[in-house]
C-alpha cells in the first residue's frame, strides 16, 4: 500500500524557521514525484513546492519562492519542506502526496495529477 505521512507541524514566530517532512512506503523516490500542499482554514488548497521523480528538479509557487526549499533523501525514503522567514499567511495544514513519475513537473503544479495523499499537519506562525 502507498502511504505517506506529513509530520513536524507546530507553534512558530513570524520570521522563523520550520522545517516538515514527509515519509511514505510503498513506492521508491524514482517511481513518484511528490508535492507540498497546504490549505488555511476558509481557503483553498494551494501547492507549495514539488519535486520530480526524473531528475529531482524542483518548482515552487511564487508565495513561498525564496523562502521555502523542498529535498529529498532517497535513503529515509522522505521529503522535507525547509521554511524560512515564515509569515503568518503561511498558517496552514501542510499535505504531502505523490504523482505517479510520468506526470512532468510542470503538471506537479496541479493537485489534480496527485494520486495519493497524505494526512496533514498543522503549522502555526504567530505575528
Known amino acids: 500500500d502507498v502511504q505517506l505521512q506529513a509530520s513536524g507541524g507546530g507553534l512558530v514566530q513570524a520570521g522563523g524557521s520550520h522545517s516538515l517532512s514527509c515519509t511514505f512506503s510503498g513506492f521508491t523516490f524514482d517511481e513518484y514525484g511528490i508535492g507540498w500542499f497546504r490549505q488555511a482554514p476558509g481557503k483553498v488548497r494551494e501547492g507549495v513546492a514539488c519535486i520530480s521523480s526524473s531528475d529531482g528538479s524542483t518548482f515552487y509557487w511564487d508565495s513561498v519562492k525564496g523562502r521555502f526549499t523542498i529535498s529529498k533523501d532517497n535513503a529515509k525514503n522522505t521529503v522535507y519542506l525547509q521554511m524560512n522567514n515564515l509569515k503568518p499567511e503561511d498558517t496552514a495544514v501542510y499535505y504531502c502526496?505523490?504523482?505517479?513519475?510520468?506526470?512532468?513537473?510542470?503538471?506537479?503544479?496541479?493537485?489534480?495529477?496527485?494520486?495519493?495523499w497524505g494526512q496533514g499537519t498543522q503549522v502555526t506562525v504567530s505575528s
Open positions: 502526496a505523490a504523482a505517479s513519475r510520468s506526470i512532468i513537473l510542470s503538471e506537479l503544479a496541479y493537485d489534480s495529477n496527485y494520486s495519493y
